[in-house]
């Protein structure tokens, strides 16, 4: 995860989806918003997030699949109820896939990398309110992992000792139905329209992501070493065929996806 000192109220500013701090108390929806939603012609998405590494802030694009069309939530991870907590976006009722995402603490800024591939797309019906659960973030140490022997460990590593090795694992639950109420009841006691549980279904399970960075880095049939961004590549093409294949299974043959290419973990 790339960190940015002292950049973070920079970038939030200069870009429109940031313009909501995560610890904004305002509503996030109007009052006419409400009512569409109310009246069917509108829907929500609330989505949580729990502190990670002390960067409590994260922020989450959605884009609708058919219009390519991106919305974003703003959320608080810390305990302060004050501001702590979820987010809700009125978006219009269609499909849409989790994007991409940033974290942010005190005058630090974080990326998500490769969240895109982590989640498969999820509907929102006329007039719904869709809570998709609260974001938790794992570490995977890339030096940690069974098969990681330690000429491959030193090859790629021992030039570079700065070289981060660390991946990410994603998941959602409901473990912040309480914060989820409490902005409800606070912010939208107007809205009348009570929220749905539906997380979009996880395509890559950690296991899977292991096997895949440890592929990644293993020698080559002639004995010799990738380098750290060969083997960053390997694992991106690895994660892009997994991600395909998974979906193909559920959905049948050619399914509809569009994960971009994201930012490995870097200094």
Same mark, same amino acid.
């Given at each position: 995860?790339?960190?940015? *000192?002292?950049?973070?109220?920079?970038?939030?500013?200069?870009?429109?989806?940031?313009?909501?701090?995560?610890?904004?108390?305002?509503?996030? /929806?109007?009052?006419?918003?409400?009512?569409?939603?109310?009246? =069917?012609?509108?829907?929500?998405?609330?989505?949580?997030?729990?502190?990670?590494?002390?960067?409590?802030?994260?922020? %989450?694009?959605?884009?609708?699949?058919?219009t390519r069309r991106m919305y974003g939530v703003?959320?608080? =991870?810390?305990?302060?109820?004050?501001?702590?907590?979820?987010?809700?976006?009125?978006?219009?009722?269609?499909?849409?896939?989790? /994007?991409?995402?940033?974290?942010?603490?005190? &005058?630090?800024?974080? @990326? /998500? +990398?490769?969240?895109?591939?982590?989640? &498969?797309?999820?509907?929102?019906?006329?007039?719904? %309110?869709?809570?998709?659960?609260?974001?938790?973030?794992?570490?995977? @140490?890339?030096?940690?992992? +069974? =098969?990681?022997?330690?000429?491959?460990? @030193?090859?790629? $590593?021992?030039?570079?000792?700065?070289?981060?090795?660390?991946?990410?694992?994603?998941?959602?639950?409901?473990?912040?139905?309480?914060?989820?109420?409490?902005?409800?009841?606070? *912010?939208?006691?107007?809205?009348?329209?009570?929220?749905?549980?539906?997380?979009?279904?996880?395509?890559?399970?950690?296991?899977?992501?292991?096997?895949?960075?440890?592929?990644?880095?293993? +020698?080559?049939? &002639?004995?010799?070493?990738?380098?750290?961004?060969?083997?960053?590549?390997?694992?991106?093409?690895?994660? &892009?065929? $997994?991600?395909?294949?998974?979906?193909? @299974?559920?959905?049948?043959?050619?399914?509809?996806?569009?994960?971009?290419?994201? +930012?490995?973990?870097?200094?």
């Amino acid at each position: 995860m790339s960190l940015y *000192k002292k950049i973070a109220r920079a970038v939030f500013a200069a870009t429109a989806f940031f313009g909501l701090a995560a610890c904004a108390t305002e509503p996030s /929806l109007s009052v006419a918003e409400m009512g569409m939603i109310r009246e =069917g012609d509108q829907s929500a998405i609330i989505m949580s997030y729990r502190e990670y590494a002390g960067m409590y802030g994260a922020s %989450v694009r959605f884009m609708n699949v058919d219009t390519r069309r991106m919305y974003g939530v703003s959320m608080h =991870g810390g305990d302060n109820w004050v501001n702590a907590g979820p987010d809700m976006v009125a978006v219009p009722p269609g499909r849409y896939r989790i /994007l991409t995402g940033s974290l942010y603490g005190s &005058d630090v800024t974080g @990326n /998500l +990398p490769m969240i895109a591939y982590w989640f &498969d797309e999820f509907n929102v019906a006329p007039g719904e %309110v869709v809570n998709i659960g609260t974001l938790r973030i794992d570490d995977i @140490n890339v030096r940690a992992l +069974p =098969g990681m022997s330690d000429r491959v460990l @030193n090859a790629l $590593f021992t030039l570079n000792p700065s070289q981060r090795n660390t991946y990410y694992a994603y998941t959602l639950d409901f473990s912040d139905e309480a914060r989820v109420q409490h902005m409800l009841e606070s *912010k939208y006691p107007q809205l009348g329209v009570a929220p749905v549980q539906r997380s979009p279904a996880t395509v890559l399970d950690r296991a899977e992501f292991e096997r895949i960075i440890v592929e990644s880095y293993a +020698p080559g049939a &002639d004995g010799t070493m990738p380098s750290v961004q060969e083997a960053q590549t390997l694992v991106n093409e690895g994660l &892009d065929r $997994f991600v395909r294949e998974s979906l193909e @299974n559920a959905r049948g043959p050619n399914p509809t996806i569009d994960v971009p290419a994201q +930012p490995l973990p870097s200094n």
